[in-house]
């Protein structure tokens, strides 16, 4: 074995004032990166001291007695019934209505629609929708939205309307559209995170290997059935943490239902329905609840921040609390949901 001739191998050498230059950028790169890490630790450590002082504000509060009860002057008695049940009614039907637009919707611009100008078009303004503030969206709400169900309750007044539940039918007696009903403000959250839902949507999609279209379509599959079988199943962990993480999002709004006109004092629920037996037990009532007026948590937490007495402080804190479990267990279930359907993925 031969040993390389080292004297030979030319020797490495910079130009006049190359090191210099190199020490610089190594120093400002470090800079930089010290600069980020105080940012970042600064944002938590002031994240902590808000969480800290929250839950300290509301341990003289939080009790169970506290998601059971609806609101009332007194702070004693104050509880957050009617908001829970009222955004429940909201993220369910602006969950109704956002996930198949939104996922339709990536799906024809991802799979379907041929690259050109409009498309193109549509999906730069698709970015610049989902940065747009909140309260544009609830304007929007107001103005179109708002204004037809006060139309509607002029022209319809419910006395002779009837709901069909399956094989049987419900009488909605005296049944009131009001301006500010459910289905308003589940609309305006869906412009919210439609955008969010869309992009989302998007990038799932884009992360599915082209090789298993190929394979689909050289197997005789059409379009639609690679579609429908091979890509969404691919891309579904992708779609649902973008759907959940904007279902979030939308629970945390409060600007465009202030803007709606939510109630921020309210001591019935939506539909009078106050427990989870009676969605079973009362299809009446069930179907009251879509146009029935509503609170929300956030617009509760914001009421109570305002009052004049400082007891309310520890019930904002309270419902803070209860607001911030709500949105930690969906977040929670976003990631069981990704992680359970990575595991069928074989690529």
Sequence with gaps: MSIPNTAAMPTVSFISGADGRIRRRLLMSRVFAWTCRFATYSALAVLIVLLVAIVYSSVGRLSPDFVTNTNSTNPVKAGMLAGLWGSFWLILFTSLF??????????????????????????????????????????????????????????????????????????LAKLPIYEDNILVGALTLTLVILPTVIAASQEALRSVPSSIRVASLALGATRW???????????????????????????????????????????????????????????????????????????EIYDWSKQPKPEFTEVAASGIVVLLVVLLAINSLAMIVRHYASRRLKW
């Design 225 to 299: 059935q690679t579609i429908w079988r091979q890509v969404i199943p691919a891309a579904l962990p992708g779609i649902s943490t973008g759907v959940i993480l904007s279902t979030s999002r939308a629970i945390g709004e409060a600007a465009p239902l202030i803007m709606l006109g939510a109630l921020s004092y309210t001591t019935m629920c939506p539909g009078n329905i106050d427990s989870p037996v009676k969605l079973l037990t009362r299809p009446t009532q069930v179907l009251h609840a879509p146009l029935d007026q509503f609170t929300a948590m956030p617009i």
């Design 98 to 171: 956002s996930v198949p637009v939104g996922v339709g919707s990536a799906v024809y611009l991802e799979e379907i629609a041929k690259e050109n100008f409009l498309v193109r078009i549509i999906k730069v303004n698709l970015a610049n929708l989902a940065g747009v503030p909140s309260i544009v969206y609830g304007i929007l709400g107001y103005t179109v939205f708002r204004t037809s169900a006060a139309t509607l309750s002029i022209w319809f007044d419910g006395n002779h309307a009837f709901g069909v539940l399956g094989l049987f039918r419900v009488r």
